[in-house]
């Protein structure tokens, strides 16, 4: 299937612009007096173009009922995207970090490859654009590196999802279980909605706990976690399994 690039006529995005201004060639946003903003122009989003490519993504979308064994995590060996390989080899590993005998996937040197780093966001947004998500919930921290590009890419909010005692306004919170004890996860209240469809998204999971805690504490105020989405799985230590019926999408499996 053959993609366009963001702003082309056959685009609904673009069939709805206010503007009947042609963008120039370097356009990246539309302004909301009519004009257009480039790709060096101060206080912008972030810049993310979509590449042409071919590709057949299956449905990413699911109610709470189907499994996820049903659902489409990452792509198989025969049509997987080449842009995938090489966000994979942007990932450094780090052994014995923090403590002996962790592998640690240092995402670091993947936001230092401007291109690999681009293309992350470019395969995320694809994947979700479209399908009625109004809320990206990024899990502390990382997950606020690339929920707030993605947000802003499929015109939804960015909730940051925070360890306790860091936001400053009213709070609901929820505690998950850890190794050793536990801990919570916060949200503001008020910052989401009943029947608001929402995308749960952090750099890595692991065990899944502290996805869990995030499904919970949006679904508690009636909100419909639409998928999970990560970077990195590490699938040894079966965090998929702890979703349940959620599904969950990830670029790079760990091995």
Not at 230 to 243: A, F, T
């Amino acid at each position: 299937m053959q993609r366009a690039l963001i702003f082309s006529s056959s685009n609904p995005i673009y069939s709805q612009l206010s503007t009947t201004i042609a963008p120039p060639d370097s356009a990246v946003f539309p302004k909301r007096d009519g004009g257009w903003i480039g790709p060096f122009s101060s206080n912008q989003p972030p810049v993310f173009r979509l590449r042409n490519y071919k590709r057949t993504l299956l449905p990413p979308l699911c109610s709470a009922s189907d499994s996820v064994a049903n659902q489409p995590t990452m792509a198989s060996q025969d049509e997987q995207d080449p842009r995938i390989s090489k966000i994979s080899s942007a990932i450094r590993v780090i052994p014995n970090f923090p403590k002996p005998g962790i592998m640690f996937q240092d995402i670091t040197t993947l936001l230092l490859d401007t291109k690999a780093f681009r293309d992350t966001i470019d395969l995320f947004v694809e994947r979700y654009r479209g399908k009625d998500i109004s809320v990206v919930a990024g899990i502390e921290a990382r997950g606020f590196i690339f929920g707030p590009p993605i947000a802003l890419a499929i015109g939804a909010k960015f909730v940051p999802m925070r360890k306790p005692n860091k936001l400053p306004g009213e709070v609901i919170s929820e505690e998950y279980s850890l190794e050793y004890g536990t801990d919570k996860m916060e949200m503001h209240v008020g910052a989401v909605q009943a029947g608001e469809r929402a995308l749960v998204i952090d750099d890595l999971i692991a065990t899944g706990g502290t996805l869990c805690a995030a499904i919970r504490l949006l679904e508690r105020v009636g909100v419909h976690v639409v998928e999970c989405a990560c970077v990195i799985e590490l699938p040894e230590l079966k965090g998929r399994d702890r979703l349940g019926d959620k599904p969950l999408f990830v670029l790079v499996s760990s091995t």
